[in-house]
């Protein structure tokens, strides 16, 4: 559990720093996430993001595994 932590807290301490960079990343804004917007309402639906995102960790998963 220790560990865990420990990788966890060093991925947060990376993403922090790479902030700046990583904000330009157009994750949130691909083709085929959704954005519904009303008046006093905003539905943010980001889909082609989360299926990107799990593509990318189910690869470094795998690889770490091996």
């Known amino acids: 559990m ?3 932590l420990i990788f966890c807290g ?3 301490l990376l993403a ?3 902030w700046p960079w990583l904000r330009q990343i157009p994750l949130g804004r ?3 996430d959704i954005v519904i917007e009303k008046e ?3 539905l943010f639906l ?3 993001s989360s299926i990107l995102i799990s593509l990318v960790l189910s690869l470094l998963f795998y690889l770490f595994r091996k």
């Open 2 to 4: 220790a560990r865990i």
């Open 10 to 12: 060093i991925c947060f």
């Open 16 to 18: 922090g720093l790479l």
């Open 30 to 32: 691909l083709p085929g």
């Open 40 to 42: 006093n309402f905003r």
């Open 46 to 48: 980001p889909v082609t």
